[in-house]
């Protein structure tokens, strides 16, 4: 498990590295997420949603993507290296399906 995210690190530093936006607080009763952001990296954002409940969550959640920089097209790849070709909304903002298993946690990155 060490080496998983250790190497996850080195794979994503800069942008980890980078600030941060909380999608929605941690209050245990449901998801709960944050987003690295840096316009000037290839890796625009990388969010990152984890579930605190016994139970698996399956939700449609908007994300911010103003900070990114990305105007009008997103690439989202996820956790299950999947990727997909996205178009923002006009707030910049992505509505995503996310599906956390429980106790878990996926990632998400944009570009």
């Given amino acids: 498990i060490v080496k998983k995210w250790v190497d996850f690190y080195k794979e994503h530093r800069a942008i980890?590295?980078?600030?941060?936006?909380?999608?929605?607080?941690?209050?245990?009763?449901?998801?709960?997420?944050?987003?690295?952001?840096?316009?000037?990296?290839?890796?625009?954002?990388?969010?990152?949603?984890?579930?605190?409940?016994?139970?698996?969550?399956?939700?449609?959640?908007?994300?911010?993507?103003?900070?990114?920089?990305?105007?009008?097209?997103?690439?989202?790849?996820?956790s299950k290296g999947n990727k997909v070709k996205r178009s923002l909304n006009r707030d910049y903002s992505l509505t995503l399906e996310i599906e956390i298993p429980p106790y878990g946690c996926n990632w998400y990155v944009f570009k």
């Fill in 16 to 78: 980890l590295n980078s600030d941060i936006i909380h999608l929605r607080r941690a209050d245990g009763s449901d998801w709960d997420g944050f987003i690295h952001v840096n316009p000037e990296l290839k890796e625009k954002g990388l969010m990152m949603v984890y579930n605190p409940l016994s139970s698996p969550i399956k939700k449609n959640i908007r994300v911010p993507l103003y900070y990114t920089g990305l105007t009008d097209q997103v690439w989202v790849h996820d």
